[in-house]
């Protein structure tokens, strides 16, 4: 992973002269940016000394305190962490990084920081976009990022049940390949699949293009293992309990603020025998919306469903690989199906017939096939973005179906008015039999200040959000970014029963400390 950037160095491609022009003409994108801050030049605060005992617990190879794997482990990667980063503010590096081999070891560690006040930053892909790998660690003796890449197997297979035990630290496209050896995949396939974990997953209720068919991450969890300051977590012992409250569903989103997830028993499926994803055009977001609840409601059900308003479509960001190649006027919707061979043909047999019925427009295969080409592109345009001075950033929410309409258009309207002379950019990317997912991208130019003008946007599209009825956050976490938003949507008292818990798991406040949980006030 790029250190002030996304993914693969050899990946990243300038934007060509034809979009930067557009983005003078149209945004106001005028001087290009000073060049990031070169690696070798950042200097990381002093590591503080209080972290050396971890060694004992881990082995003195796997306590790592050099600057380079601190800056790489330092916050995630939203725009304004790549802001910061870039211009060489290292000052939120962890004081060391720690590998653990094992959960026994990760328990050993929380107990060893428990008892020495280190925080402890789970660290997984360091993919998050909602500032949740930066711990508030004023207060603490020191602040350590726990790396969990040593837990990266396949502990069990239940081909019977159709579930794996996947340790935490497994990155994605190594799971995936690790289940298709055995003829299974868990079809989870977010944005930052590349890069992220089975952790993370759990750990931010993660949610893959393929949830319509496969469901998010959190729906294939069928256990935990969890390690706390307090001792083990060993949830799950069926499929569902009636035991009480579940439990898992504790965990789930969690984001290391209350344990350490270390393995997870996840539901996983035949590979299947066939894809086919393929475009349709609808004239407006209305009609395609009211197409896409239709399929969502009454079925058959794509696989892969989203559905992309007019100004995406006509800029192109649903095939991030030809931005900037007109793509007319309408909405384009994508649709896919996995599965056996009967089944997809039956699904799109019947999915046609909705989607014609609603005013859709059947485009081919060609543009389904380059967005799930591109699909994990977008990513590397952004950089390309923030290197000739434009500042692009996404932020999701969801809502029921009722308030669907009311809820895309206020946070557009929003984003508008706090961003003057920028594209705000939407998609419908995750359904639901009552409701739907929006996510939103904003371009606009950097320049004075981006990250107070963001800071303050973001604010005022978290109040658009709760006042039309929507969540603060679908997918990406709460971080660090909505935690004070949090309040607003579970109220005072669901906001004690979190405090509650973190308290009883977590005594000393050590793990993730800022994060998720809001503070007390008053």
């Not at 060391?96 to 020495?116: F, G, I």
């Not at 649903?318 to 900037?324: F, L, N």
């Not at 046609?352 to 859709?360: C, E, F, K, Q, R």
Request: glycine share 12%; net charge negative.
């Amino acid at each position: 992973m790029r250190w002030d950037g996304w993914g693969d160095p050899d990946r990243a491609t300038p934007l060509p002269a034809s979009v930067v022009g557009l983005l003078r003409e149209l945004l106001g994108v005028r001087a290009d940016p000073a060049p990031p801050v070169r690696l070798e030049e950042m200097t990381p605060p002093a590591p503080n000394p209080a972290v050396r005992v971890l060694a004992e617990v881990v082995g003195p190879d796997w306590v790592v305190s050099d600057d380079e794997t601190r800056i790489r482990h330092t916050r995630g990667k939203s725009t304004p962490d790549l802001l910061r980063i870039r211009a060489g503010d290292a000052s939120a590096a962890p004081d060391a990084v720690v590998l653990p081999a094992d959960h026994e070891q990760v328990l050993a560690v929380l107990e060893r920081c428990s008892r020495e006040r280190v925080a402890v930053v789970p660290f997984g892909g360091g993919t998050s976009v909602v500032g949740g790998l930066t711990a508030a660690g004023e207060g603490f003796a020191g602040v350590v990022a726990l790396d969990l890449r040593r837990l990266d197997r396949i502990t069990a297979h239940d081909t019977v049940s159709r579930t794996a035990t996947l340790q935490a630290g497994l990155r994605a496209p190594r799971a995936e390949a690790l289940l298709a050896e055995r003829g299974f995949t868990l079809g989870h396939y977010p944005q930052s699949y590349e890069w992220a974990t089975i952790g993370g997953f759990a750990a931010t209720r993660s949610s893959g293009q393929a949830s319509a068919g496969y469901g998010r991450f959190d729906e294939m969890v069928a256990g935990l293992t969890v390690a706390t300051p307090r001792g083990t977590l060993t949830l799950g012992r069926a499929p569902r309990s009636a035991a009480g409250p579940d439990l898992r569903e504790l965990v789930l989103g969690s984001e290391g603020a209350f344990g350490v997830i270390t393995d997870v028993t996840a539901r996983v499926r035949p590979l299947p025998e066939t894809r086919r994803y393929e475009g349709w055009r609808f004239p407006t977001f209305a009609e395609g919306t009211a197409a896409v609840r239709a399929l969502a409601q009454d079925g058959p059900l794509p696989t892969v469903l989203r559905l992309s308003d007019e100004t995406e479509t006509m800029i192109g960001l649903a095939r991030p690989d030809e931005i900037g190649e007109g793509r007319g006027d309408g909405c384009l919707a994508v649709c896919g199906y996995e599965g056996h061979r009967e089944d997809v043909a039956a699904r799109r047999a019947g999915a046609h017939a909705v989607l014609t019925a609603h005013g859709g427009e059947p485009l081919g295969d060609a543009p389904g096939e380059s967005w799930a080409a591109g699909r994990f592109s977008a990513p590397y345009l952004r950089d390309a973005l923030l290197d000739v001075g434009a500042f692009a950033e996404t932020l999701e929410t969801a809502g029921f179906w009722s308030v669907l309409p009311r809820l895309a258009e206020s946070v557009r309207q929003t984003l508008s008015r706090e961003l003057p002379s920028s594209l705000v950019m939407c998609h419908i990317s995750h359904v639901y039999r009552d409701g739907a997912s929006l996510y939103f991208t904003v371009v606009t130019a950097q320049g004075d200040d981006p990250l107070g003008r963001w800071r303050h946007a973001k604010a005022a599209v978290g109040d658009a959000i709760v006042e039309a009825g929507g969540t603060i956050t679908h997918h990406h976490g709460v971080g660090t970014d909505h935690r004070d938003r949090l309040a607003d949507e579970i109220g005072p008292l669901g906001v004690d029963v979190l405090r509650a818990v973190k308290d009883r798991l977590d005594p000393a406040g050590i793990l993730n400390p800022g994060v998720l949980v809001p503070p007390a006030t008053g």
